[in-house]
């Protein structure tokens, strides 16, 4: 714990001050409402900053205005203190103040600085829609500079798409195909008059049902707790690349071994020419 | 890598005896060695003789096994393929070719991916003309996932100490896609 000067100290190095310049058209003087949006905007990336830093819901830090001064530039300065007695605000700043300049110079930004957050800092770095609003803004941190500027708004863009792209969870195909499903053929049920099966693949999906049509369950009994290739009707949902049920058309068992393996058969195509098959245009988009 | 196998290729001797190392711990069935069909339109020769049609039921034969397995293409295999080759499109810039990843690299990728492989083995390294390596895969983008989204181990087995004839020496993988 700190404790005296020496705290006094560090929560000094961590205070955060706002700068912003007013046009020249008012004198420097910067409009009130532009301020106060600013001002909110920056709170929230802060707070989201703070969240994210420690992945918890409720914000760690509140702020305080320690000093305030009104000639051009207008400045505020925000000193942070703890809402909860584990938080090192000096670390939470530091991380925060790190990862806006890496956003200003286009560099390698922290993963946890999400599509969300990436999104706050290009409206923190909107110019407001009436030109006279402000001149600049920028923001001071132990004297290290980051400008909310154009520049720094485009890199946010950027980043925020990137994030998007990464995060976008895939959307899979929704609907049915035929194909085959191998596995472990492990449970039988008898719902609604279907024989439900459940067949659990050495790859892919953890589980898939299988329905079996009444004249078919003679057929299956001989396979129960085996390994198996299903052929059928493959149903899927978009959350998933692997089908959850296969409606039954045919079922063969499938050997636990097999008389030769790949090294057995080294050599059976030396020298034989290879298919050139011209394929590089079929997922061209 | 089946090619190298079954075309019985010159390869170090490094190389042969990881491949040799692989299979041992297949056949005992320490492994599951998966692949995508695509993998039989390189490997299966183009001209089939009366002899040549055996070889061919032969090879095929292999991935009926629990344990040695081909692996279909579903539309969502080919719709992450789509999504792999695109990331990799490099148009024409400063005089170099545009890069282009194949489309049966994109097909292995996906089916490696989905499936949740654990390695992906591939000897193919090459970034001459239009050629997106894959072994570099990630040195070469600069991402360290596929599309910077879906982890993948990607590897070109080799042994470093040639073959000593030692079965299960190697950590071999639950589940591998030798191609």
Same mark, same amino acid.
């Given at each position: 714990?700190?404790?005296?000067?020496? $705290?006094?100290?560090?929560?000094?190095?961590?205070?955060?001050?706002?700068?912003? &310049? %007013?046009?020249?058209?008012?004198?420097?003087?910067?409009?009130?409402?532009?301020?106060?949006?600013?001002?909110?905007?920056?709170?929230?990336?802060?707070?989201?900053?703070?969240?994210?830093?420690?992945?918890? $819901?409720?914000?760690?830090?509140?702020?305080?205005?320690?000093?305030?001064?009104?000639?051009?530039?207008?400045?505020?300065?925000?000193?942070?203190?703890?809402?909860?007695?584990?938080?090192?605000?000096?670390?939470?700043?530091?991380?925060?103040?790190?990862?806006?300049?890496?956003?200003?110079?286009? %560099?390698?930004?922290?993963?946890?600085?999400?599509?969300?957050?990436?999104?706050?800092?290009?409206?923190?770095?909107?110019?407001?829609?009436?030109?006279?609003?402000?001149?600049?803004?920028?923001? &001071?941190?132990?004297?290290?500079?980051?400008?909310?500027?154009?520049?720094?708004?485009?890199?946010?863009?950027?980043?925020?798409?990137?994030?998007?792209?990464?995060? $976008?969870?895939?959307?899979?195909?929704?609907?049915?195909?035929?194909?085959?499903?191998?596995?472990?053929?492990?449970?039988?049920?008898?719902?609604?008059? &279907?024989? /439900?099966?459940?067949?659990?693949?050495?790859?892919?999906?953890?589980?898939?049902?299988?329905?079996?049509?009444?004249?078919?369950?003679? !057929?299956?009994?001989?396979?129960?707790?085996? !390994?198996?290739?299903?052929? %059928?009707?493959?149903?899927?949902?978009?959350?998933?690349?692997?089908?959850?049920?296969?409606? !039954?058309?045919?079922? &063969?068992?499938?050997?636990?071994?097999?008389? /030769?393996?790949?090294?057995?058969?080294?050599?059976?195509?030396?020298?034989?020419?290879?298919? $050139?098959?011209?394929?590089?245009?079929?997922?061209?988009? | 890598?089946?090619?190298?196998?079954?075309?019985?290729?010159?390869?170090?001797?490094?190389?042969?005896?990881?491949?040799?190392? #692989?299979?041992? @711990?297949?056949?005992?069935?320490?492994?599951?060695? *998966?692949?995508?069909?695509? *993998?039989?339109?390189?490997?299966?020769?183009?001209?089939?003789?009366?002899?040549?049609?055996?070889?061919?039921?032969?090879?095929?034969?292999?991935?009926?096994?629990?344990?040695?397995?081909?692996?279909?293409?579903?539309?969502?295999? #080919?719709?992450?393929?789509?999504?792999?080759?695109?990331?990799?499109?490099?148009?024409?810039?400063?005089?170099?070719? @545009?890069?282009?990843?194949?489309?049966?690299? @994109?097909?292995? #990728? @996906?089916?490696?991916?989905?499936?949740?492989?654990?390695?992906?083995?591939?000897?193919?390294?090459?970034?001459?003309?239009?050629?997106?390596?894959?072994?570099?895969?990630?040195?070469?983008?600069?991402?360290?996932?596929?599309?910077?989204?879906?982890?993948?181990?990607?590897?070109?087995?080799?042994?470093?100490?040639?073959? #000593?004839?030692?079965?299960?020496?190697?950590?071999?993988?639950?589940?591998?896609?030798?191609?």
């Amino acid at each position: 714990m700190l404790i005296g000067k020496d $705290r006094e100290r560090v929560m000094a190095k961590a205070d955060l001050r706002l700068y912003i &310049e %007013g046009s020249r058209g008012r004198h420097g003087n910067v409009l009130a409402h532009v301020l106060h949006a600013k001002l909110g905007k920056l709170l929230a990336v802060l707070n989201q900053f703070d969240r994210k830093q420690v992945e918890v $819901r409720e914000r760690r830090v509140d702020y305080e205005i320690s000093d305030a001064k009104k000639f051009n530039p207008t400045f505020l300065e925000l000193h942070p203190v703890a809402r909860v007695p584990s938080c090192d605000v000096a670390a939470v700043m530091e991380w925060t103040f790190s990862e806006l300049e890496a956003v200003a110079m286009g %560099g390698v930004v922290d993963p946890r600085v999400d599509a969300a957050l990436a999104k706050s800092l290009v409206d923190l770095a909107e110019l407001p829609n009436d030109p006279t609003g402000l001149e600049r803004f920028w923001l &001071e941190l132990n004297g290290r500079v980051v400008g909310l500027d154009d520049e720094f708004r485009r890199h946010s863009a950027l980043l925020a798409a990137r994030r998007i792209a990464i995060e $976008r969870p895939t959307i899979w195909k929704q609907g049915a195909s035929l194909g085959s499903v191998v596995g472990y053929l492990s449970q039988v049920g008898d719902l609604d008059g &279907e024989a /439900k099966l459940v067949i659990t693949p050495r790859i892919g999906p953890e589980k898939v049902e299988c329905v079996v049509k009444d004249e078919d369950r003679e !057929m299956v009994k001989g396979h129960l707790w085996t !390994m198996v290739r299903i052929n %059928g009707l493959l149903h899927y949902s978009e959350k998933s690349p692997f089908p959850y049920r296969v409606d !039954m058309r045919r079922i &063969e068992q499938v050997p636990a071994q097999t008389g /030769k393996s790949l090294l057995d058969l080294r050599g059976i195509f030396r020298g034989k020419p290879r298919q $050139r098959l011209d394929l590089d245009g079929l997922l061209n988009g | 890598m089946f090619y190298e196998v079954l075309g019985d290729e010159p390869v170090s001797a490094e190389r042969r005896a990881a491949t040799e190392q #692989l299979m041992a @711990a297949n056949k005992k069935n320490e492994n599951i060695i *998966c692949t995508s069909v695509a *993998c039989h339109l390189e490997v299966i020769p183009s001209k089939l003789t009366e002899k040549d049609v055996d070889d061919e039921r032969q090879y095929l034969n292999l991935f009926d096994h629990v344990h040695f397995v081909d692996i279909e293409i579903s539309t969502n295999v #080919l719709m992450l393929a789509r999504e792999i080759k695109d990331y990799y499109f490099r148009p024409v810039k400063n005089g170099n070719s @545009a890069k282009m990843m194949d489309t049966v690299d @994109a097909i292995h #990728l @996906a089916t490696a991916i989905i499936n949740n492989v654990d390695e992906f083995h591939t000897r193919d390294d090459s970034s001459k003309g239009s050629k997106v390596p894959l072994v570099s895969l990630y040195t070469w983008s600069g991402k360290g996932k596929v599309c910077d989204r879906y982890p993948l181990e990607i590897i070109s087995p080799e042994s470093p100490q040639g073959n #000593l004839n030692l079965t299960g020496g190697r950590d071999v993988s639950a589940k591998s896609e030798p191609r």
